[in-house]
């Protein structure tokens, strides 16, 4: 009876132990090891979910979408000096995203966008997102399993961001973050967002630059915002909840989300998607989505689309233009 007693009572107390150690330890945790709390590097400024190009009526302009970049730097110069004829005050080009990463001279690409501010615009894809994040969280690796504790990203429309995906986060980001650093990564995210919309006020054309993907109705019904997730990483969409976008084929309900463009883009007849992304469609040209990833990254092409008036046909002509990657 005693020994039963006395193996009773330690039993309670290892517990007890076990139990006000994983309290300190959680505490400590929280408290100490929360990057938010003792992280000592800057944040980033809150980036534009929507940045809109409002009210072209010059017809001299022309707008250049471009396809995923991936840091090959010869061929972005290529298109610009070879193939549209340099870069013209009545250029505007508009990167798609995913210009950093996988190739070899992204610090390159990044520091034209910000010494061309004026005429190089830009989206972030999801490798710009995740470079940011290994910014932000430079014991990363340390919080992959707990992604709420990691310093987000703020955006106009959510804040507290953190990507779905940040287990796909790598030593390539993180090295290439230490490279750009704090003042280039901070200029990307103020001069970026996530969309540009442009308003061809003379036609009435609603051009819309995604890295991802946008759904029909998106940001022209006010009360439809799409989640910063979709725009940067979407490639499905669950047919019967548009709210429900991924990467990958949830179940049989889950469809590529430009075939809802090809049934419901009637209803916003102007609007058109330029996107990337998805490099395994490859060049992806429908009558309102247009998909210009075509893998330049993998040895295969540099896809671009430019936007110019013709006046005798009295319409935006948009012409189909690549580069040979190598
Ligand atoms: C843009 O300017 C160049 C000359 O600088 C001109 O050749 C070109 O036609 C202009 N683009 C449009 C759409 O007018």
């Known amino acids: 009876m005693d020994s039963k007693r ?11 132990i076990v139990f006000v150690t994983c309290c300190l330890y959680t505490l400590y945790i929280l408290k100490f090891e929360n990057p938010r709390s003792s992280s000592p590097v800057s944040l980033l400024p ?18 250049v979408f471009v ?4 840091g090959n730097y010869d061929e972005f110069i290529e298109l610009i000096d070879d193939k549209i004829g340099g870069l013209r005050e009545n250029t505007t080009m508009i990167l798609l995203g995913d210009f950093i990463h996988k190739g070899p001279d992204s610090d390159k690409v990044v520091s034209y966008i910000l010494n061309h501010k004026d005429q190089v615009k830009c989206v972030l894809g999801n490798h710009e997102i995740l470079v940011m994040m290994a910014y932000l969280n430079p014991d990363y690796s340390q919080w992959v399993r707990h992604p709420k504790l990691m310093i987000p990203l703020t955006f106009s429309t959510e804040t507290d961001f953190i990507p779905q995906d940040i287990s796909k986060i790598s030593g390539a980001h993180a090295r290439l973050a230490h490279e750009l650093g704090f003042s280039k990564l901070s200029q990307l995210a103020e001069h970026c967002s ?46 019967k909840h548009w709210s429900k976008t991924s990467r990958e084929k949830e ?20 609007a058109k998607v330029f996107y990337g992304h998805d490099a395994s469609m490859g060049l992806n040209l429908r009558k309102q989505t247009k998909g210009l990833d075509t893998a330049c990254v993998k040895d295969n092409l540099l896809s671009s689309m430019r936007v110019k008036y013709n006046g005798k046909k009295e319409q935006y002509e948009y012409t189909l233009i690549q580069v040979e990657c190598s």
């Open 194 to 239: 996530m969309v540009i919309e442009l308003d061809l006020d003379v036609t009435d054309d609603k051009l819309f630059g995604v890295h991802a993907g946008m759904l029909p109705g998106d940001f022209i019904k006010s009360n439809q915002i799409p989640s910063v997730s979709s725009l940067s990483n979407m490639k499905f969409v669950n047919k």
């Open 67 to 70: 396809g995923d970049i991936h």
């Open 251 to 270: 179940n049989k309900n889950y469809v590529r989300w430009f075939t809802m463009w090809d049934k419901y883009g009637d209803s916003f007849s102007n």
């Open 46 to 63: 809150t980036i534009n979910t929507l940045k809109k190009i409002e009210h072209v009526t010059d017809l001299n302009q022309e707008y």
């Open 6 to 16: 006395k193996k009773r009572s330690v039993t309670a107390s290892t517990i007890l």
